[in-house]
């Protein structure tokens, strides 16, 4: 069975500083993807940045990327240069054959 | 990317009554898909809405309680029946493209409370 973990319940980061994002997960389907979604208090499921299993490189979109270590199944994402809008409820989500979530991280950016 | 949109975008509901959200995607999408997310907590997919056909319900969710169509590609509905307190979430539409489903969308959400 699928399943996907957060340990971090709550981050903390200054502006303008970088922030890793955990992410762990299991799956004995080969074939699988990564997702990040970000959900500010507005409630609005924000998608951020995709990892397929296959895929060499890992992905980047803007200032996310995806720490993507498949021996280690891992998926954390990484935030540069933090922006007081970037505070907000982070999840994690696999799909091999239907998209699960994590828990949530919550980040808070503080000046 | 897919925008989608859903009504109502919030709604106060008396106990035993029932509920249709209405979701809307603006462009032909291979799968929608229907999530809630109870106050505090996390996603969990409710059902996979399938056209033409009925929807492919998780584990805990059954069709009597959560009735789901698309009659197209591009719509689908909710309805929570017979409510209870404890329906009290935040229901949310997806919309999923692409050949392997490499990207997922999310409408805005219904939140309901049922009093």
């Known amino acids: 069975a699928q399943k996907i973990t957060q340990t971090q319940p709550g981050m903390f980061v200054q502006e303008k500083e970088a922030v890793t994002l955990d992410c762990t997960y299991d799956?004995?389907?080969?074939?699988?993807?990564l997702f990040w979604y970000k959900q500010p208090s507005s409630g609005e499921m924000i998608f951020l940045i995709y990892q397929g299993s296959y895929d060499q490189q890992n992905a980047t979109e803007g200032r996310y990327s995806l720490n993507f270590q498949k021996a280690r199944k891992s998926a954390n994402l990484v935030i540069s240069a933090s922006q007081l809008g970037d505070s907000a409820m982070y999840f994690c989500a696999m799909r091999d054959d239907k998209l699960i979530f994590g828990t949530g991280t919550r980040l808070q950016v503080f000046p | 990317s897919a925008v989608i949109s859903q009504k109502p975008s919030r709604d106060i509901c008396q106990r035993g009554t029932s509920l249709t959200i209405q979701c809307q995607v603006d462009s032909q999408v291979t799968m929608m898909f229907w999530y809630r997310q109870q106050p505090g907590q996390s996603l969990t997919l409710i059902a996979t809405a399938n056209q033409g056909s009925e929807a492919t319900y998780e584990s805990g969710f059954v069709i009597d309680k959560f009735p789901i169509s698309r009659p197209n590609l591009t719509f689908s509905t909710l309805t929570v029946s017979n409510m209870s307190p404890e329906d009290s979430s935040i229901y949310l539409c997806?919309?999923?493209?692409?050949?392997?489903?490499?990207?997922?969308?999310f409408g805005p959400g219904t939140r309901l409370l049922v009093l």
């Open positions: 997806s919309a999923g493209t692409g050949q392997t489903l490499e990207t997922q969308y």
């Open positions: 799956t004995s389907d080969p074939s699988y993807g």
